[in-house]
């Protein structure tokens, strides 16, 4: 069964300090979504991007926040400069095509920000 | 009311109990709703869509009622690997993003 992918599994870096957070999609999927989960906490959406660019974004998708699909095949998330509070679960997720149809979610990064 | 609200929980009922969990939503023009699974500090995993009024899928159905504007989840012979949080997810305004609620807990016990 196709899944989503995700690297790291977990990734320590310090406050300051870029990281690339890296996904693959389900393949013949169109959209594709970052969300977040701080622990004890709700799983909140940051971004969807389609068609190679973004469609959505919340309000805690600031600027120091970036979304790129490289190749054809990742989909990667960028935190330029990382914040204790960015600290959390961030899961990949793809869905097939017409908005609000099933989205899939991959096993996820834990960020841990010192 | 809350974009999406449930219930914390937790719930802790004995195996092979029925038990029902609601969510309540408040876009009134979401077709579609979904109940996933997560298990402690792993991904949601996809447990039923609920597109018109109901879904059935084995001990598990979710059920949607439009006027109240709320979803609930039925499980039937509850099992210890039942145990996890139930997330509900409402498609937001644009049809795109997902809002979850909180989850609910549910703990099967011997």
């Known amino acids: 069964e196709p899944e989503v992918t995700q690297t790291p599994s977990h990734q320590v870096t310090q406050m300051g300090q870029e990281v690339i957070l890296r996904c693959v999609p389900i393949s013949n999927h169109l959209y594709f ?3 977040r989960q701080i622990l004890g906490q709700k799983v ?4 969807s991007f389609y068609n190679n660019e973004i469609s959505e974004k919340s309000e ?11 190749d054809g095949s990742n989909f990667t998330l960028k935190i330029r400069s990382t914040k204790l509070e960015d600290s959390a679960m961030y899961f990949c997720a793809s869905s097939s095509g017409a908005p609000e149809d099933e989205q899939y979610f991959g096993p996820g990064t834990r960020l841990t920000v010192t | 009311r809350k974009e999406v609200e449930q219930d914390p929980g937790p719930f802790n009922v004995p195996e092979g109990a029925t038990v029902a969990f609601n969510c309540t939503y408040s876009n009134s023009a979401s077709q579609s709703f979904f ?3 997560q298990d402690c500090r792993k991904e949601p995993k996809l447990l039923m869509s609920v597109y018109s009024s ?8 979710a ?11 039925l499980i039937r012979d509850s099992k210890l690997s039942d145990s996890a949080t139930y997330l ?23």
């Open chain 1, 33 to 35: 979504y970052w969300y």
């Open chain 1, 44 to 47: 909140e959406f940051l971004v």
């Open chain 1, 60 to 70: 805690i998708f600031d600027d120091q926040f970036s979304v790129e699909r490289p």
């Open chain 2, 35 to 37: 109940w996933y699974r």
């Open chain 2, 54 to 61: 109901g879904n059935e899928d084995g001990r598990f159905t």
């Open chain 2, 63 to 73: 059920q949607l009622n439009r006027a109240s504007q709320y979803i609930s989840l």
């Open chain 2, 88 to 110: 509900c997810a409402v498609p937001g305004r644009g049809g795109n993003k997902l809002t979850f609620g909180t989850g609910t807990q549910l703990k099967v016990e011997l």
